[in-house]
């Protein structure tokens, strides 16, 4: 199968890859079940194709082997978090609406 993408929709593409790939195998890992060298084949592959259009998401390591690079890491881990927090804040006001519903009024109300 061949694909052809523009520049921009490669880098959002490795940002998709990159966020899902943390989701997952720290799923996994949480399982028991990570095995880094096929769990991960994908994004490797991708950044093999990145790589090799000099995209600056991803480097080679020390082994030759390519990954993302730290930096390109980091921004995805901070949009990991930014969604963490606020699917937190979202969650705890539907709970608070649910148990304000829920609960019996007294005569202090």
């Known amino acids: 199968m061949h694909i052809s993408l523009t520049r921009d929709e490669v ?10 790939s943390h989701i997952r195998n720290t799923v996994f890992e949480s ?21 090799e259009d000099n995209f600056s998401e991803v480097e080679e390591d020390f082994d030759g082997d390519v990954w993302f690079s730290p930096l390109f890491e980091l921004m995805c881990l901070s ?16 709970r608070t ?5 829920e609960r019996e009024p007294n005569e202090d109300d």
């Open 31 to 51: 399982q028991g079940v990570y095995t880094p060298e096929s769990d991960n084949q994908l994004a490797r592959e991708l950044c093999g194709v990145a790589a």
């Open 79 to 94: 949009l990991i978090e930014q969604y963490e927090d606020d699917r937190f804040w979202e969650e705890l006001e539907n």
């Open 11 to 20: 880098q959002e593409l490795l940002q998709l890859v990159c966020i899902g």
């Open 97 to 101: 609406c649910v148990r304000d519903l």
